[in-house]
């Protein structure tokens, strides 16, 4: 599945739960006291997978990113930092040998 297809489906989720959760919080309000424990629980219960629906689509995005990020060949400049950084260690290991041979 696409990030888009994956996010589109969340937020299809997130809209029904909401209007679910619209429904009891209305049902609550007009229902006799011995049911209102039960709906109480029940808003609870969509508040909390909406929290997790949100929670999973920020993950959903981040794990898209971060797998574009390995997907994606390393810059060349950051190889040249590499040569680099070896080409100064062989000067420095050059230059003491010559320090210890003049001495």
Do not use: H, Y
């Not at 969340?10 to 011995?34: F, G, R, V």
């Not at 994606?72 to 040998?97: D, E, N, V």
């Amino acid at each position: 599945m696409s990030l888009q297809q994956i996010t589109d489906n969340i937020d299809t989720q997130l809209q029904a739960l909401e209007q679910s959760l619209q429904n009891c919080e209305q049902q609550l309000a007009d229902c006799a006291q011995e049911r209102q424990p039960f709906l109480e629980r029940e808003i609870e219960a969509l508040k909390t997978t909406r929290t997790k629906l949100i929670k999973s689509r920020a993950l959903a995005i981040r794990a898209f990113e971060l797998r574009q990020l390995a997907e994606q060949p390393p810059a060349p400049a950051g190889r040249g930092w590499l040569w680099r950084s070896a080409l100064i260690l062989m000067l420095a290991a050059i230059a003491t040998l010559i320090a210890l041979v003049a001495l």
